[in-house]
Each structure stands twice: as structure tokens, then as C-alpha cells.
């Protein structure tokens, strides 16, 4: 005759460490040996800045042909500060917002064509700006752009191909929100 359900189960408790299944050893001897001193994860935090930079274009460029604008930009490295970082930890930076202005307003931005902002190498963002273009914002590529972020200064890039010249030189304003995130030193 067996024994009841609850005699059986106070019997496997009442045995000996030595007589537990097989199984049952390798996963006490990993409780006991787990402790409390596991690695510091390090913490990341995210956070924006608002750049602004111009480009020049002058009074004589070549029309319907590709030109390409240049600007060296300081990296301003007082955000990082502020937010408890430094360059060699932000792990990525991507460009959330794009928009340019021109400061004449007789020069419009559908006059520059078809328009491409890089940062370094990479292309930032694009846009076709068709003629009576009043949307500014261009298309982003969500590229990361860490590497010239983390040096002192950066190329700013701004290829069009301008379907006519400006009367007088003209400035191109750039204004970019750059999406950072990096480790937090603990």
C-alpha cells in the first residue's frame, strides 16, 4: 500500500544533503556561491544641445552646378560639462533637427536647389527645395555623428546647386539640435 501524498513530500525534506537528486547540488552550490559583488553598471544619460553656424554664399557662384559651402565649427564643450560628461565618454550623437535661413530674404532657400548637410563625411540631412520652398526643415539621416563631436572643432558642410547667384553675398544660417547620449561617471 503507498503512503500518502504528505508523508511522501516530509520524507524528501527529512533527507540528507547527500541523498538530493543529482540535479539539485550544482544549483545550491550556485546560491551559496552568489554574491553581493557584482560589477558597477555604468549609467547613461541622454541630453540636447542647439547649435547654430552660417555659411557664405558669395556674390559669384556657379549656377546649376554642385557647390559646396564650408564652415569650421568650434565644438562647445561646456554642454558636456553641464551635463557631467566629457567627449571621450559620449557613446552617440545624432542630429534631431535641421533648418536653414538665408538673412536675405531676396535670396530665398529654393533658390540653392537641391541641398545636403554633412557633418565630417557624413550626410546629416537633405532636401530638395523645389522652387517657393517655405518649409525649412530638412530631411534627417539619423546618422551618428560622434567622432566630430568629440573633437574640437568640426566641418560643417552645406553642398547646393543654386539655380542663381545672391545679388550681395548672402548667409546661409544653420541651426541643428544634436541628440547625445554618453556614460555617466559614477
Not at 548637410?117 to 532636401?127: E, K, N, P, R, S
Not at 520652398?133 to 558642410?157: E, G, R, V
Amino acid at each position: 500500500m503507498s503512503r500518502p501524498k504528505s508523508s511522501r513530500l516530509k520524507s524528501i525534506f527529512a533527507l540528507p544533503v547527500f541523498a538530493l537528486p543529482i540535479f539539485a547540488v550544482p544549483v545550491l552550490l550556485l546560491l551559496i556561491s552568489c554574491g553581493t559583488d557584482y560589477p558597477v553598471v555604468p549609467q547613461n544619460i541622454s541630453f540636447n544641445v542647439d547649435r547654430t553656424f552660417t555659411f557664405s554664399v558669395p556674390a559669384v557662384v556657379t549656377i546649376n552646378r554642385d557647390t559646396t559651402l564650408v564652415s569650421t565649427v568650434a565644438t562647445d564643450t561646456e554642454a558636456y560639462d553641464s551635463n557631467g560628461t566629457t567627449t571621450s565618454q559620449l557613446q552617440t550623437a545624432r542630429v534631431w533637427s535641421l533648418t536653414l535661413v538665408s538673412d536675405d530674404e531676396n535670396y530665398t532657400l529654393d533658390k540653392l536647389g537641391t541641398v545636403t548637410v554633412l557633418i565630417g563625411g557624413d550626410t546629416v540631412a537633405f532636401d530638395p527645395m523645389p522652387a517657393g520652398t517655405i518649409d525649412t526643415t530638412l530631411t534627417l539621416t539619423q546618422k551618428d555623428i560622434t567622432k566630430p563631436m568629440q573633437s574640437s572643432t568640426f566641418t560643417a558642410s552645406l553642398v547646393c546647386h543654386p539655380s542663381m547667384a545672391p545679388p550681395n553675398a548672402a548667409t546661409i544660417t544653420c541651426a541643428m539640435t544634436v541628440i547625445y547620449s554618453a556614460y555617466y561617471p559614477i
